[in-house]
């Protein structure tokens, strides 16, 4: 009965030991695979120096030179409405008018006051020299004109600010009344904007204030074009400096000859400093973001006597400026490294590759992608 426990024990122990050594083989024979399994495609840049223009960044606002939302000085009912939404203007082209029957009814009286007072007036003047009346009855004349006069201008008046005009040409928005509603003081009529040329406001840090003048040069960008850089100068400087965030107000004026940027649109603002500044230059797809910080991959030979195979060896890196589709590089490389800028998902540590650059497209310093 031992005898048989003993060798039923000699069995399994076998046979544990074949499938241990079955394992191991199968282990080894994938490690040599993977050891011998093909590089990795790639596609690189070597970075380069560059001088750039030294610039200034920040974020603005747009607003009209001239923009207002057109209102009644005076409460009254609409009369007539003599514009069409997003319809253009000239100055002093009629907008709408209010009722003004019972003013115009005051004005005929008005005026026939003053006819009145003007041909009494007249008549003391001739009585007065022919010496035949007091000059105070002619003063008094006099006084009693210019009274009626003033009336009369004063309703006028009334009229004319319920007759609304134009005050600027520009560009109309959307209707804000009917005909027949009853307009309140400062009730909105309809927005009118002058959209060429337009200003762009925007703040920057007290640091740069040495750096800013008048007539620098300006780019700003907008995602609502794309592909479109809008070009213009500073126009002013704020002289003092805001209190609590330490910063500098300035404005800068764009002729806009398109119209296309418009009233409290949202930019990406840049100020073109004098100077040039060199910077070691690289792609901005070679940079592989991470919370720990920006790192790429340099592809150098692998070091082997005879061997002509690359390797990917990861390096952390400082980032500094971006200009069109590459980024300047402060700390972490040097120039005549080459890095990997496509085919990053693909990498590790230590990783062979191979570089093919013929369908990767060349990054450029000023981009202009297709209309999608």
């Avoid at 030294?54 to 747009?62: F, H, N, R």
């Avoid at 890095?339 to 000023?366: M, R």
Wanted: no cysteine.
């Amino acid at each position: 009965m031992k005898s048989k426990l003993f060798v039923g024990l000699v069995i399994v122990v076998l046979v544990a030991g074949g499938l241990a050594a079955v394992k191991v083989l199968q282990i080894k024979t994938m490690l040599a695979n993977k050891q011998e399994s093909s590089p990795e495609a790639v596609a690189s840049a070597v970075a380069h120096e560059e001088k750039w223009q030294d610039t200034l960044s920040a974020v603005g606002s747009v607003s009209s030179v001239e923009g207002v939302t057109v209102a009644p000085e005076i409460a009254g009912t609409v009369t007539k409405i003599a514009f069409e939404s997003g319809a253009r203007v000239n100055k002093g082209d009629l907008l709408a008018r209010l009722d003004t029957s019972s003013e115009e009814a005051q004005l005929r009286s008005a005026e026939a006051q003053v006819d009145w007072a003007s041909v009494s007036a007249e008549r003391l003047r001739k009585l007065r020299a022919e010496n035949t009346s007091s000059q105070s009855e002619l003063d008094q004349a006099e006084a009693a004109l210019k009274q009626a006069q003033a009336n009369a201008d004063n309703i006028r008046a009334t009229i004319g600010k319920k007759t609304i005009r134009a005050p600027f040409a520009g560009k109309l928005g959307i209707r804000l009344v009917n005909l027949g509603e009853q307009l309140d003081v400062g009730k909105g009529i309809v927005s009118l904007q002058s959209l060429a040329p337009v200003f762009v406001d925007f703040s920057l840090p007290q640091q740069e204030f040495a750096q800013l003048q008048d007539g620098l040069k300006v780019s700003v960008a907008s995602d609502t074009y794309a592909t479109n850089h809008f070009e213009g100068e500073i126009a002013a400087i704020n002289p003092d400096l805001d209190a609590v965030t330490r910063s500098v107000r300035v404005r800068a004026k764009f002729e806009n000859p398109g119209e296309l940027l418009r009233a409290g649109m949202f930019v990406r603002v840049t100020v073109i400093l004098p100077g040039e500044q060199a910077v070691l230059a690289i792609p901005a797809t070679a940079i592989l973001r991470a919370p720990f910080g920006d790192s790429v991959f340099v592809i150098t030979p692998d070091g082997k006597a005879g061997s002509t195979n690359l390797v990917a060896h990861q390096k952390i890196i400082r980032t500094g400026r971006t200009h069109g589709e590459f980024v300047s590089v402060e700390a972490g490389l040097k120039a005549g490294d080459t890095v990997a800028t496509a085919g990053l998902f693909k990498l590790h540590n230590g990783v062979n590759v191979t570089v093919n650059n013929e369908e990767t497209p060349k990054p450029s310093l000023t981009p202009n992608p297709p209309n999608s």
